[in-house]
C-alpha cells in the first residue's frame, strides 16, 4: 500500500480495514498501492472507539473504488489520499455548511428526541425528527409534545416494553443496552459473521462496455437516488462527486429534511415522483431502463411492493447495481424494524460503552446503567453512506469486469457490528488526547474554512428559482484524487428542481 510517506502507527488500522474489506469484495490487490491514508485517526476526534479509522477507511474505498473505474475505462492508475481528520469533519458535513453566509439552524433535532429515562432505570432513546413519528410516539404515550411531559409519561414504561409498543405502531425507538445485553439479542446472533458490505449477484447481463478518457471516473453513470435523511443521500452525493449523474427521487406526499437535504443533494438533480399514481410510476420506470445504479434507503420491502425490487430492477434493467440501505439487516426479528444511526447506537451497546469510558478518563465510578453518551456525530450513518458508494462503485467494475446484475447491501447494524470489531482506545487517549469538533459559528472556525468550497445554486431546468442564486459554502470531500479531482460545483438547495430525464451522455 502506499507508505512512502511518514505515518502514525494508529493509521495501519485504516489500512489493514482497507485492506481487509477491498480483497473482500474481490478486487485487484494491486490497486491498494494507490491509497494513501495521513494524519492520526485515532486522536481525530475525542471517542473511545476508532470512529477516525472509520471514517478513513471507508472514505478511502469509495475513493479507491472510483480510481479504479477510471482504471478500467483508461488505464490510468490515479492516486488516492485521505486525510484523518478531514474524514472525520466530512462524516459530520451537515454541522458546516452556510448558505449566504449563514448557519441556516441551530439543531439537526426535533425538541423531542434523544433520551429518557425508564420505569426500570434504564433509558429510551426516541426519534422524532419526521412529524408523523413524533405523533406516534405522542399518541402512545397520550401526552402534550414537551420534554417533561414526554418524561413523565415514560416513567410508566419498562425501557424494551416501550421499545416493543412503539415498533407495534412503526415508530422509531431503541431501548438502552450495554454490548453484553445486545449479544443476548436474537438480532446480534442474525448479523454475526455479516460484513458492512454485502455483493450479491442476482442475474445475469452480458459485460458493460465502459471506456475513453472521462473527465472523472463515474462520468456517464447513471444513478437513481430514492433516500432520505442521511446514510443513503451521502452515498448518492459521493457518486455524484466522483461524476456520475445522480438524480434524486423525492416523494410530494412525504415530510422532506430541509437541513440535512441542502447538504446531501450537493452535486445531484432533484425531481419529485408520486408512486402511487401510474403516470410517476410508470415515468420511474423508463428512467429505471437506462440507469446504471438503482440506490433505496426506504423501510424494508417499501419499493419492492411497487414493483422495485431488486428482481424486478434487474428484469427491468440487466446490468444494474441495486444498492439498498436498512437499519438492521436482512435476517433476524428485526429484519424490519424502523431505525436511524442514534437508535442503532443505544440498541447495541454504544451509548453505555463510550458512557464507562468517559467516566474511567473522569475517575468516576460506574455504578448501575451509566447515563447514555451518543457519538459526537452521526458515524453509522455517513461511515455507511460511504460503504454503501464503495459496494456500488465494486460492483460497477464487476460488471465491466465479468457482467451481470448486482445487489449491494449495507445495514447499519452491520457497519455498527464492525466498527465495534476496530475495538476500543484508552481513556486517556479517546478524551485526553481525541480532539473535539469545532465549534459551529460564523463566522466558522478556521479548520473548518480551511476545509471547505463554495458552491453556487443550480437553477435547474424547472428554471423555477426566484431572486438572486444563492451561494453555500459546505465541507470538501475528504478524498483527494490525483488526476481527477472531484466535481463539487454547484447544489439544487431545493427537492424538485429538474424534470425526471436522463442527461444526455457526452
Same mark, same amino acid.
Given at each position: 500500500m502506499g507508505r512512502n510517506m511518514p505515518y502514525t502507527p494508529d493509521v495501519f488500522d485504516s489500512y489493514d480495514q482497507a485492506t481487509s474489506l477491498w480483497l473482500a469484495n474481490g478486487l485487484p490487490a494491486e490497486m491498494l498501492s494507490h491509497l494513501k491514508l495521513s494524519g492520526c485517526p485515532h486522536t481525530a476526534i475525542n471517542s473511545s472507539f476508532k470512529l477516525g479509522s472509520a471514517a478513513q477507511t471507508s472514505i478511502g474505498l469509495s475513493g479507491l473504488a472510483a480510481a479504479y473505474i477510471l482504471s478500467l475505462r483508461s488505464g490510468n492508475?490515479? =492516486?488516492?489520499?485521505? &486525510?484523518?481528520?478531514?474524514?472525520?469533519?466530512?462524516?459530520?458535513? %451537515?454541522?458546516?455548511?452556510?448558505?449566504? =453566509?449563514?448557519?441556516?439552524?441551530?439543531?439537526?433535532?426535533?425538541?423531542? !428526541?434523544? @433520551?429518557?429515562?425508564?420505569?426500570?432505570?434504564?433509558? *429510551?432513546?426516541?426519534?422524532?425528527?419526521?412529524?408523523?413519528?413524533?405523533?406516534?410516539?405522542?399518541?402512545?404515550?397520550q401526552c402534550e409534545a414537551s420534554r417533561e411531559a414526554v418524561q413523565a409519561a415514560l416513567l410508566q414504561w419498562n425501557a424494551e416494553d416501550f421499545e416493543d409498543e412503539a415498533a407495534k405502531h412503526e415508530m422509531c425507538v431503541s431501548a438502552y443496552r450495554s454490548f453484553e445485553e445486545w449479544d443476548k439479542h436474537p438480532q446480534a446472533a442474525a448479523l454475526k459473521g455479516t460484513?458492512?458490505?454485502?455483493?450479491?449477484? @442476482?442475474?445475469?447481463?452480458? +459485460?458493460?462496455?465502459? &471506456? =475513453?478518457?472521462?473527465?472523472?471516473?463515474?462520468?456517464?453513470? +447513471?444513478?437513481?437516488?430514492?433516500?432520505? *435523511?442521511?446514510?443513503?443521500? *451521502?452515498?448518492? +452525493?459521493?457518486? !455524484?462527486?466522483?461524476?456520475?449523474?445522480?438524480?434524486?427521487? /423525492?416523494?410530494?406526499?412525504?415530510?422532506?429534511?430541509?437541513?440535512?437535504?441542502? &447538504?446531501?443533494?450537493?452535486?445531484?438533480? /432533484?425531481?419529485?415522483?408520486?408512486?402511487?399514481?401510474?403516470?410517476?410510476?410508470?415515468?420511474?420506470? %423508463?428512467? *429505471?431502463?437506462?440507469?446504471?445504479?438503482?440506490?433505496?434507503?426506504?423501510?424494508?420491502?417499501?419499493?419492492?411492493?411497487?414493483?422495485?425490487?431488486?428482481?424486478?430492477?434487474?428484469?427491468? +434493467?440487466?446490468?444494474?447495481?441495486?444498492?439498498?440501505?436498512?437499519?438492521?439487516?436482512? %435476517?433476524?426479528?428485526?429484519?424490519?424494524?424502523?431505525?436511524?444511526?442514534?437508535?442503532?447506537? /443505544?440498541?447495541?451497546?454504544?451509548?453505555?460503552?463510550?458512557?464507562?469510558?468517559l467516566a474511567k478518563f473522569n475517575e468516576q465510578p460506574v455504578i448501575g446503567r451509566p447515563e447514555p453518551k451518543a457519538f459526537p456525530l452521526q458515524a453509522l450513518d455517513h461511515v455507511g453512506g460511504y460503504f454503501l458508494a464503495f459496494g456500488i462503485q465494486a460492483a460497477v467494475a464487476k460488471t465491466v469486469v465479468e457482467g451481470g446484475s448486482w445487489e449491494v447491501r449495507v445495514s447499519l447494524a452491520a457497519v455498527a457490528q464492525w466498527v465495534r470489531s476496530l475495538g476500543q482506545l484508552p481513556p486517556k487517549i479517546a478524551f485526553g488526547?481525541?480532539?473535539?469538533?469545532?465549534?459551529?459559528?460564523?463566522?466558522?472556525?478556521?479548520?473548518?474554512?480551511?476545509?471547505?468550497?463554495?458552491?453556487? %445554486?443550480?437553477? =435547474?431546468?424547472?428554471? &423555477?428559482?426566484?431572486g438572486p442564486l444563492r451561494m453555500m459554502t459546505a465541507m470538501h470531500h475528504a478524498v483527494h484524487l490525483s488526476d481527477t479531482p472531484v466535481k463539487e460545483v454547484e447544489a439544487p438547495m431545493g427537492l424538485n428542481r429538474h424534470e425526471p430525464v436522463w442527461l444526455p451522455i457526452m
Open positions: 492508475k490515479q =492516486g488516492v489520499n485521505v &486525510d484523518a481528520r478531514h474524514a472525520i469533519l466530512d462524516i459530520s458535513s %451537515e454541522s458546516w455548511y452556510t448558505v449566504d =453566509g449563514k448557519t441556516p439552524i441551530a439543531s439537526v433535532w426535533d425538541h423531542l !428526541a434523544g @433520551i429518557y429515562r425508564t420505569k426500570d432505570d434504564s433509558f *429510551v432513546r426516541l426519534h422524532t425528527n419526521f412529524p408523523h413519528h413524533r405523533e406516534g410516539i405522542l399518541d402512545i404515550l460484513p458492512p458490505i454485502q455483493l450479491v449477484k @442476482i442475474g445475469d447481463a452480458p +459485460r458493460r462496455e465502459i &471506456d =475513453g478518457s472521462p473527465r472523472f471516473p463515474l462520468e456517464g453513470i +447513471r444513478v437513481l437516488d430514492l433516500c432520505r *435523511v442521511l446514510s443513503g443521500p *451521502v452515498c448518492g +452525493r459521493t457518486l !455524484a462527486a466522483y461524476g456520475a449523474d445522480v438524480l434524486l427521487i /423525492t416523494s410530494p406526499k412525504l415530510p422532506d429534511l430541509p437541513f440535512l437535504d441542502i &447538504d446531501t443533494s450537493r452535486g445531484k438533480r /432533484t425531481t419529485q415522483l408520486d408512486l402511487t399514481e401510474a403516470t410517476d410510476h410508470d415515468r420511474l420506470k %423508463e428512467l *429505471v431502463k437506462e440507469a446504471d445504479v438503482f440506490l433505496q434507503a426506504y423501510r424494508p420491502g417499501g419499493l419492492k411492493e411497487k414493483g422495485f425490487g431488486p428482481q424486478e430492477l434487474a428484469k427491468l +434493467r440487466p446490468g444494474i447495481v441495486c444498492a439498498n440501505l436498512t437499519a438492521y439487516g436482512w %435476517e433476524g426479528p428485526w429484519k424490519d424494524k424502523r431505525g436511524f444511526d442514534s437508535l442503532v447506537q /443505544t440498541a447495541t451497546g454504544f451509548n453505555w460503552a463510550e458512557a464507562e469510558a488526547d481525541g480532539k473535539p469538533l469545532p465549534k459551529r459559528m460564523v463566522p466558522q472556525d478556521p479548520e473548518i474554512t480551511a476545509f471547505s468550497v463554495t458552491l453556487h %445554486e443550480a437553477t =435547474g431546468d424547472k428554471r &423555477d428559482v426566484e
